[in-house]
């Protein structure tokens, strides 16, 4: 470990950090919440007030030895960020003991990406040995120092556990709910964008997203495309080459987007593949537009890595049958 301060080596450390912030492409809000964190639980680091207060909180000694900057801040402040993030559930603590290598660590995991998040990976000189680690639960006593240093920072970290606790609960036709609210306000977004256009279209895309969301969650409609009936948590799985197409078709074609996929192979997640996804790109915010995909949660769609899409490639044989109900659900819902 590091026994002295290098303000130098720890800005830059700071540095990477934030950049692998940047490497997770969360939604903006998440990312916002993100950075905030890393930039809050990086500066405490260097606050001796909080140093003494965290690591004496459970202990006799009146002498603290300050050391590096974020040395012994590993499993407090991993803890903390979890917990503070907007979704708890997209991180993994992990942790090696020192039977697993010379020192007791502690760091998360990014579930959506895979990737490691380490908020105070400098304050070893050696690498640290990530493949060694494994899952653990972060179970607090009242006592526990995490709660110590959260207070200091200005959390209350029971508080925001029940409230983590109570999102977990939330039932997958909620979750799918507010994925359509979601999804409604970016397409919103990009009809905003694109009513200056002529566009040949009898309706909006929120009108169209709305609608098509309504017949994803319908298990005649999902055994009758999809060719199987319809699992929990998997509504509207099998739907986003036919749906995207028709959005395609019937909102301004190619005046308005790219036909976009991500292929299968491309798409792994601790080396295992997902899944193949096809999307829109709406070309003149470049924003990325899907409507199924909350049946991936936790994971989260990269669409970033989406390649573009020949749209004489798609076999989608169902497609004008599945037109029919959407212009005959579109029209209901005009009533």
């Known amino acids: 470990m590091r026994l002295k301060n290098d303000p130098v080596l720890y800005k830059e450390a700071t540095k990477k950090i934030l950049a692998q912030i940047d490497a997770l492409h969360l939604t903006p809000e998440k990312h916002e919440c993100a950075i905030r964190l890393v930039q809050l639980l990086r500066k405490s680091f260097t606050n001796t007030e909080i140093k003494k207060a965290t ?7 009146n002498v603290w030895n300050l050391g590096y900057e974020s040395g012994g801040f590993c499993r407090v402040a991993s803890i903390l960020f979890m917990y503070a993030m907007p979704d708890s559930e997209d991180w993994q603590l992990m942790a090696l003991d020192n039977g697993a290598w010379e020192y007791e660590h502690h760091w998360l995991v990014h579930k959506p990406s ?8 400098d304050q070893f000189i050696s690498p640290v040995p990530y493949e060694l680690g494994k ?3 972060p179970e607090l006593s009242l006592q526990d120092e995490a709660h110590v240093f959260a207070k200091k920072l200005g959390f209350n970290l029971m508080k925001l556990i029940g409230n ?13 709910e507010d ?23 009898k309706y909006t895309l929120p009108e169209i997203t709305v ?14 495309f999809v060719g199987s ?6 509504w509207s799985s099998g739907f986003c080459a036919m749906a995207s197409l028709l959005i395609y078709e019937m909102y301004g074609g190619a005046d308005v987007w790219n036909l976009m996929a991500i292929r299968y192979n491309d798409w792994v997640v601790n080396g295992n593949p997902v899944s193949s996804v096809v999307f829109l790109q709406d070309k003149t915010t470049g924003i990325n537009f899907g409507t199924t995909g909350e049946h991936f949660y936790p994971l989260i769609v990269p669409y970033n890595i989406g390649v573009p899409l020949d749209a004489g490639k798609l076999r989608t044989p169902n497609k004008e049958e599945l037109r029919d109900i959407l212009i005959k659900e579109l029209e209901q819902n005009r009533k």
């Open 55 to 61: 690591f004496l909180a459970n202990s006799t000694d």
């Open 114 to 121: 895979g990737k490691i998040l380490d908020l105070t990976y």
């Open 135 to 137: 899952p653990v639960a």
């Open 164 to 176: 983590k606790r109570q999102q977990s609960k939330k039932s997958y036709a909620q979750r799918y």
């Open 179 to 201: 994925f359509t609210k979601a999804t409604v306000k970016l397409a919103e977004k990009i009809h905003a964008a694109n009513y200056s256009k002529t566009i040949n279209a």
């Open 211 to 224: 609608a098509l969301r309504n017949i994803y969650k319908n298990p005649v409609y999902h055994t009758r």
């Open 229 to 234: 009936k319809m699992e929990d948590n998997k």
